[in-house]
């Protein structure tokens, strides 16, 4: 993705691989986009790039449900002692 390569050309003797630098810097860069923007990132993704984005999704959403399930779970646990 053209983006994605802008970004690295950008940042990669700024940043170091930590995923904290990284969010930081996706979280800004997403701040400048609205949602027509990033629809028309979507539409120019190939096959490949699109079901790579939608499996992230899908994978980060899930991690975070079981995360968000767990934690519940814990908190429940810790509150019947």
Same mark, same amino acid.
């Given at each position: ?36 923007? #990033? ?18 999704? #899908? ?23």
């Amino acid at each position: 993705m053209k983006l994605v390569d802008e970004i690295f050309e950008m940042y990669r003797n700024k940043l170091t691989e930590d995923e904290e630098d990284l969010d930081m810097v996706t979280f800004a860069v997403l701040e400048n986009f609205d949602r027509k923007e #990033l629809l028309e990132l979507i539409e120019e993704m190939d096959d490949h790039e699109l079901q790579y984005f939608v499996r992230l999704y #899908l994978l980060e959403s899930l991690k975070g449900k079981f995360a968000q399930v767990d934690e519940n779970y814990q908190y429940e646990s810790k509150n019947l002692h």
